[in-house]
């Protein structure tokens, strides 16, 4: 049986997930949806912007949040236009936190990647692989990036090994009253040089991946299937390099959770097992068949020599 556009049954959960809502208003400003909906609507769709973020803290499933949202817009069909401020929240918890599970990348597998990268001339996809593995960076994060947003070794201070990077609106800026992050990149020498060779090339404005979120995915597809086949391929994906970077930063800094949590920004580590998964890395790696794991080990016990030629090369370009 249908309810107009929609089933009986997708009626029913809006009426219960309205009524949550109200509960939450209720809670939260002391007004109900209905007086918000008829006498205030900027204030509303606000509000609704903050009752999805309150969502994802209270890990609501991303499907009765949209739907929450499709019953508010059926509802009150005229605040349609004025809640593209929750959509967004919404499609940004979707890219950042997706709800298919992916692998973690191990480490050995990122660095092939990028050494394939690096030998397809597609220099930013490398750079962006090691930024979002060794800084711990969301996918939505990483794409957002601009040349003004990272901090070189050579704009650093004199010696530092390590390359700043600045989130702009980070995901907790609400709760945390902080409208920056910092995120500092630290990784073997040759991987650093090799970021600040790609990325010095950038003017200030420019953002380092000026093209949609799925672009991204694909070049990523491309290389990954290239390495490891087409069906272990298509199980890598961008959310795979904050999960994949924490479980190795877990292991290599001797299983320092403060650290951790200080450099992939979690307030509560509570949240750490959906990112540091050690028996999932290991499962992985057993489960790519082994002459794809010798090519990949082999890349990558390659990949801090070819960055250095990577370098020199740049530098004898420079010189002539």
Known sequence: ???????????????????????????????GLEYLAFHNVPVLAMVLQEFVYDAFEKRWSIGRVRETLNGVAARYHWIRGQMSGPWRV?????????????????LFVLHALVYLAVGWDW???????LLGYYGLLRPGE?????????????????????????????????RRGRTHEYVKIEAPIEVLWF???????????????????RTFRTHLGHLSERLLGTTLGKKVLPS??????????????????????WKGRWADHRMLP???????????????????????????????????????????????
């Open 240 to 261: 795979g390099l904050r999960t994949g970077g924490a479980t190795w930063f877990f292991e290599s800094s001797g299983e320092d959770v403060a650290r951790l949590c």
């Open 142 to 174: 990483l794409i957002a990036l601009r040349r003004q947003d990272i901090l070189l070794m050579h704009e650093n201070e004199v010696g530092a090994g390590y390359i700043l990077v600045q989130i702009l609106e980070p995901k907790t800026r609400f």
């Open 90 to 106: 919404v499609t940004t918890w979707a890219v950042k936190y997706p709800t298919t599970p992916h692998w973690p990348i191990p």
């Open 195 to 213: 970021l600040e060779l790609v990325l010095s090339r950038y003017p200030p404005q420019a953002r380092l991946w000026p093209y949609p979120y």
């Open 274 to 320: 959906h990112y540091v998964q050690q028996l999932v890395v290991q499962k992985i790696t057993l489960a790519i068949p082994a002459e794809a794991r010798r090519y990949a080990k082999q890349l990558e016990g390659d990949l801090l020599h070819l960055l250095t030629l990577f370098a020199v090369d740049a530098v004898n370009h420079w010189e002539d």
């Open 123 to 129: 220099h930013t996809v490398a750079a962006l692989l």
């Open 1 to 31: 049986m249908r309810k107009g556009p929609i089933t009986d049954a997708t009626a029913h959960a809006r009426v219960l997930l309205l009524a949550r809502l109200e509960v939450w208003l209720q809670g939260h400003l002391g007004v």
